[in-house]
């Protein structure tokens, strides 16, 4: 079964459904800063901004306001369920900025070079997200000087170091919780 057929599975959307509410409850917000998070990304206005796995849209809206209307964010997710309740966030917000993508992060189907950050926020670690399928697609869609941003949950140490055995990625820093890596 490939990752479209995964994706638009009614078994695996009610599976992720309880998952969902948590990803998007208040309860999340008030212990977890979206914002805060992103601010520890280094994201900013008018950027091109790749977030990998969605979900229910936890940093969507705000990432999107942070980058502004000259930039553009894909929010990506590979669960159909998902991406029609973020579309529904986006279009409640009148956000014009937001390219919904319905696709594995093992594929993006994005142009090479054209995006200066992207997010891979709780979806790691993920067994459908291996990291040597991961990290070469996420290398290839950034820009030269291009920003790779993780923030980890559950936290796995084992995580940060594979980044960088890639050879992909150098380490800058750790801000607000999110691991910050810069293209080679």
């Not at 091109?48 to 997710?77: N, W």
């Not at 991406?83 to 009148?94: M, P």
């Amino acid at each position: 079964m490939n990752t479209e057929d995964l994706g638009n599975s009614k078994i695996l959307n009610l599976l992720f459904k309880p998952a969902g509410m948590l990803m998007g409850s208040r309860v999340r917000g008030w212990l977890m800063n979206p914002v805060k998070t992103l601010q520890g990304a280094g994201i900013q206005p008018g950027q091109s901004v790749l977030e990998v796995g969605c979900g229910t849209g936890f940093f969507t809206i705000p990432a999107a306001q942070i980058i502004g209307e000259e930039g553009c964010l894909v929010a990506m997710d590979a669960l159909s369920d998902f991406i029609k309740q973020v579309s529904k966030k986006v279009q409640s917000a009148d956000l014009k900025n937001v390219r919904m993508v319905k696709r594995d992060a093992l594929n993006t189907g994005l142009e090479a070079a054209t995006i200066d950050t992207a997010l891979l926020f709780g979806v790691l670690p993920w067994p459908a997200l291996p990291l040597n399928r991961l990290l070469p697609e996420i290398h290839r869609v950034l820009k030269p000087e291009g920003r790779l941003a993780v923030w980890l949950f559950p936290v796995s140490g084992w995580v940060p170091k594979s980044i960088l055995r890639s050879g992909l990625f150098t380490y800058m820093n750790k801000q607000n919780g999110v691991y910050n890596y810069r293209r080679c």
